[in-house]
């Protein structure tokens, strides 16, 4: 869906930035790991853009190295 964007690092975060089109994201989810500019802020808020935090439960294989 073009209205949902997903970054689980700041490489595709900084990809997602140079989008011409950006304003057809509406919801941008990051991952804890990704930090963000002031820049880059400035564009989310600039376009509306509501971003989402994913919580790192979601990740804890690739936090932690496997179950505990």
Known sequence: NS???ICLSEESL???MTLEDLNSVSNLFITNSVLLTS????IIND???NLVR???YY???EIYGGTE
Request: proline share 5%; charged share 35%.
């Open 3 to 5: 209205n949902y964007a």
């Open 14 to 16: 900084d990809k997602l």
């Open 39 to 42: 820049d880059q802020e400035l």
């Open 47 to 49: 376009n509306g853009i």
């Open 54 to 56: 994913i919580p790192d």
């Open 59 to 61: 990740f804890k294989e």
